[in-house]
C-alpha cells in the first residue's frame, strides 16, 4: 500500500512538473508574440516619421530652388540635398533623389495610409501596395474613397491578400473603362531579351493577364508532373520498386519549369519522358484560369470589370472570350454589401459543393497564405469523427502545410455562418480569416454591416 501511494505521489509530481513547464512556454511564447508586435508597430511609426521627413525636405529644395530659371539651375537645390542625405545616411543620392518624389506622393496624396503606418496599424508592405494600386486614381474624392476601403482590408490581411483586392477597388472606381485602357497596353505587348551576369538571360513577355497566368499554369502543370514521373521511375520510364532510391536528377521546382518553358516554345513538347510516359494516352495537360465576370456585364447593363481571381481586373471582351469557350460556367450569388457568397448553380451541374468552396475560398484559408485552392484539401473544420457535417459552413480549403498544422498542433478553428474561419493559437491569440471574395466589397462605412444569414 505505501509503494503503491508513493508511485502516484511521484505521477502526479510528474505531471505537476510538465504543466508547469507548459505554463512557462506559453508565457515565453506570449512575451515574445507581445515584443514582435511592438517592434513592428515601432518600426511602422519609424518608417511614416521617415517618409514625412523626406517629404519635408524636398519642399526645402524645392523653395531653395525658387521660380523660374533653367531646370538645369532650379534643380541644383533638390541634386544639392539629396546629396547631403545621401552621404549622412550611406546611400546613394540618386536613390535619395527618387525616394524624396516618393515620399511626397504618399505625404500629398495618402495622408490616411501613412497615418495608419504612422500608428502601427499597417506595415511598410501595405502602404506600398495601397499606394501602387492607387497611384493612377487622379481625383482626391475618388482615391478617398479608394483608400478608406484598402485601409480596411490591410488591417486584417497580409499584403499579398491585400493587393488583388485593392487593384480591384481601385479598377471600380476608375474613371476610364478597363477595356479603353486595355486596348492602349495591349497594343504595347512585346518579347524582349535583358542579358544577365554568369552567361545568364531573362526573357520577358508583356501579354494581357489571363493569357500570361494562363501559359504559367501549363508550364507548372508540365514540370510538376515531371517531378512526379522522376521519383515514380528510373529516369528511362521504368518503374522503381518502392525500396529503390529515385532518379539522380535533382532539380529544383524552379528549375524544372525554366526547363519545361524552353522545351515547349523550342520544339513544341516539354521533354521526351514527360510528353510520351507520365501523360496518359488522350490525357492533354490544359491550362487553367478562372475568372469572375459580374452578370451585369456580362449582359450589358453595367461596367462592373472581370476579375483574373486572385491576381488584377481583366477587360470585358477577354473576359467574355474565355466564358464563352469554357467546358461549363458557376452562378455565383453573392450578398451585394459583404460579397459574401450565398449560393451556386452551373450550366453543367457536378460537384455542387466543391464549386462553392472554390468560388469561396479562391485559395487556403489559414491566414495569409494564398495557396490556389485546385492545390488545397477540403478540410471539414469540425473534424468528421467529432460529428462534424460535410456542408458548406463546415468546409474549407486548407494547403497541405496548414491542413497539417491544423490536425498535429496546438492550434484550433472555427467557422461561422458568414464564411470567417476564426482561427486560435497555442497561446491563445485569435486570428480571423475572411473569404477572398468579401475583401473588395469591404469599405469604411459598411466593414462592420452584419452577414445576411
Same mark, same amino acid.
Not at 545616411?89 to 495610409?113: I, M, N
Not at 502602404?127 to 492607387?134: N, Q, R, S
Not at 502543370?221 to 515514380?232: G, V
Not at 528510373?234 to 536528377?249: K, R
Given at each position: 500500500?505505501?509503494?503503491? !501511494?508513493?508511485?502516484?505521489?511521484?505521477? +502526479?509530481?510528474?505531471?505537476?512538473?510538465?504543466?508547469?513547464?507548459?505554463?512557462?512556454?506559453?508565457?515565453?511564447?506570449?512575451?515574445?508574440?507581445?515584443?514582435?508586435?511592438?517592434?513592428?508597430?515601432?518600426?511602422?511609426?519609424?518608417?511614416?516619421?521617415?517618409?514625412?521627413?523626406?517629404?519635408?525636405?524636398?519642399?526645402?529644395?524645392?523653395?531653395?530652388?525658387? &521660380?523660374?530659371?533653367?531646370?538645369?539651375?532650379?534643380?541644383?537645390?533638390?541634386?544639392?540635398?539629396?546629396?547631403?542625405?545621401?552621404?549622412?545616411?550611406? =546611400?546613394?543620392?540618386?536613390?535619395?533623389?527618387?525616394? $524624396?518624389?516618393?515620399?511626397?506622393?504618399?505625404?500629398?496624396?495618402?495622408?490616411?495610409?501613412?497615418?495608419?503606418?504612422?500608428?502601427?496599424?499597417?506595415?511598410?508592405?501595405?502602404?506600398?501596395?495601397?499606394?501602387?494600386?492607387?497611384?493612377?486614381?487622379?481625383?482626391?474624392?475618388?482615391?478617398?474613397?479608394?483608400?478608406?476601403?484598402?485601409? +480596411?482590408?490591410?488591417?486584417?490581411?497580409?499584403?499579398?491578400?491585400?493587393?488583388?483586392?485593392?487593384?480591384? !477597388?481601385?479598377?471600380?472606381?476608375?474613371?476610364?473603362?478597363?477595356?479603353?485602357?486595355?486596348?492602349?497596353?495591349?497594343?504595347?505587348?512585346?518579347?524582349?531579351?535583358?542579358?544577365?551576369?554568369?552567361?545568364?538571360?531573362?526573357?520577358?513577355?508583356?501579354?494581357?493577364? &489571363?493569357?500570361?497566368?494562363?501559359?504559367?499554369?501549363?508550364?507548372?502543370?508540365?514540370?510538376?508532373?515531371?517531378?512526379?514521373?522522376?521519383?515514380?521511375?528510373?529516369?528511362?520510364?521504368?518503374?522503381?520498386?518502392?525500396?529503390?532510391?529515385?532518379?539522380?536528377?535533382?532539380?529544383?521546382?524552379?528549375?524544372?519549369?525554366?526547363?519545361?518553358?524552353?522545351?515547349?516554345?523550342?520544339?513544341?513538347?516539354?521533354?521526351?519522358?514527360? !510528353?510520351?510516359?507520365?501523360?496518359?494516352?488522350?490525357?492533354?495537360?490544359?491550362?487553367?484560369?478562372?475568372?469572375?465576370?459580374?452578370? $451585369?456585364?456580362?449582359?450589358?447593363?453595367?461596367?462592373?470589370?472581370?476579375?483574373?481571381?486572385?491576381?488584377?481586373?481583366?477587360?470585358?471582351?477577354?473576359?467574355?472570350?474565355?466564358?464563352?469557350?469554357? #467546358?461549363?460556367?458557376?452562378?455565383?450569388?453573392?450578398?451585394?454589401?459583404?460579397?459574401?457568397?450565398?449560393?451556386?448553380?452551373?450550366?453543367? #451541374?457536378?460537384?455542387?459543393?466543391?464549386?462553392?468552396?472554390?468560388?469561396?475560398? +479562391?485559395?487556403?484559408?489559414?491566414?495569409?497564405?494564398?495557396?490556389?485552392?485546385?492545390?488545397?484539401?477540403?478540410?471539414?473544420?469540425?473534424?468528421?469523427?467529432?460529428?462534424?457535417?460535410?456542408?458548406?459552413?463546415?468546409?474549407?480549403?486548407?494547403?497541405?502545410?496548414?491542413?497539417?498544422?491544423?490536425?498535429?498542433?496546438?492550434?484550433?478553428?472555427?467557422?461561422?455562418?458568414?464564411? =470567417?474561419?476564426?482561427?486560435?493559437?497555442?497561446?491563445?491569440?485569435?486570428?480571423?480569416?475572411?473569404?477572398?471574395?468579401?475583401?473588395?466589397?469591404? !469599405?469604411?462605412?459598411?466593414?462592420?454591416?452584419?452577414?445576411?444569414?
Amino acid at each position: 500500500m505505501h509503494s503503491t !501511494s508513493m508511485s502516484a505521489r511521484r505521477r +502526479e509530481s510528474i505531471a505537476d512538473d510538465r504543466a508547469v513547464a507548459v505554463d512557462v512556454s506559453a508565457a515565453r511564447v506570449e512575451a515574445l508574440l507581445d515584443e514582435l508586435a511592438t517592434i513592428q508597430r515601432q518600426a511602422a511609426a519609424a518608417h511614416a516619421r521617415h517618409l514625412a521627413l523626406l517629404a519635408e525636405a524636398l519642399e526645402v529644395a524645392r523653395a531653395q530652388a525658387g &521660380p523660374g530659371g533653367p531646370s538645369a539651375v532650379r534643380d541644383l537645390p533638390l541634386r544639392s540635398l539629396a546629396a547631403q542625405i545621401g552621404a549622412t545616411l550611406r =546611400v546613394s543620392d540618386r536613390t535619395v533623389q527618387r525616394q $524624396l518624389s516618393d515620399a511626397s506622393v504618399v505625404t500629398t496624396r495618402f495622408a490616411a495610409t501613412l497615418g495608419a503606418l504612422a500608428s502601427g496599424d499597417i506595415t511598410r508592405a501595405h502602404l506600398k501596395v495601397i499606394a501602387e494600386a492607387g497611384l493612377r486614381l487622379d481625383d482626391d474624392e475618388t482615391r478617398g474613397a479608394y483608400e478608406a476601403a484598402a485601409l +480596411e482590408i490591410a488591417r486584417r490581411e497580409t499584403p499579398g491578400r491585400l493587393r488583388p483586392a485593392a487593384r480591384m !477597388s481601385a479598377e471600380r472606381l476608375h474613371p476610364v473603362s478597363l477595356e479603353e485602357r486595355h486596348r492602349d497596353a495591349a497594343a504595347a505587348r512585346d518579347v524582349w531579351v535583358r542579358d544577365l551576369d554568369d552567361g545568364m538571360a531573362e526573357i520577358i513577355a508583356t501579354l494581357p493577364a &489571363p493569357i500570361a497566368h494562363a501559359i504559367r499554369d501549363r508550364v507548372d502543370q508540365y514540370a510538376r508532373r515531371q517531378l512526379d514521373h522522376r521519383d515514380r521511375t528510373d529516369g528511362t520510364g521504368t518503374l522503381l520498386d518502392a525500396a529503390e532510391p529515385p532518379a539522380s536528377d535533382a532539380r529544383r521546382i524552379g528549375e524544372v519549369r525554366a526547363d519545361v518553358f524552353a522545351d515547349l516554345l523550342l520544339t513544341g513538347h516539354a521533354t521526351a519522358e514527360i !510528353s510520351n510516359a507520365s501523360i496518359p494516352e488522350g490525357e492533354a495537360i490544359i491550362a487553367h484560369v478562372q475568372v469572375t465576370v459580374p452578370v $451585369l456585364t456580362v449582359l450589358g447593363a453595367d461596367t462592373a470589370p472581370a476579375e483574373l481571381t486572385g491576381h488584377a481586373p481583366v477587360d470585358t471582351a477577354t473576359a467574355l472570350r474565355l466564358a464563352a469557350t469554357a #467546358p461549363g460556367w458557376d452562378r455565383i450569388l453573392t450578398y451585394p454589401i459583404s460579397g459574401n457568397v450565398l449560393a451556386i448553380d452551373r450550366y453543367r #451541374p457536378s460537384d455542387h459543393l466543391r464549386r462553392v468552396l472554390r468560388a469561396r475560398d +479562391e485559395h487556403c484559408r489559414f491566414p495569409g497564405c494564398r495557396m490556389p485552392t485546385r492545390r488545397c484539401d477540403i478540410d471539414h473544420t469540425t473534424a468528421r469523427e467529432h460529428d462534424g457535417p460535410t456542408e458548406l459552413g463546415n468546409l474549407a480549403h486548407l494547403c497541405r502545410r496548414h491542413h497539417t498544422l491544423k490536425h498535429h498542433s496546438a492550434w484550433r478553428v472555427r467557422q461561422t455562418p458568414d464564411g =470567417v474561419l476564426h482561427w486560435t493559437t497555442p497561446t491563445g491569440r485569435r486570428h480571423a480569416d475572411h473569404p477572398a471574395r468579401t475583401l473588395v466589397f469591404t !469599405s469604411a462605412d459598411d466593414a462592420d454591416s452584419p452577414p445576411p444569414f
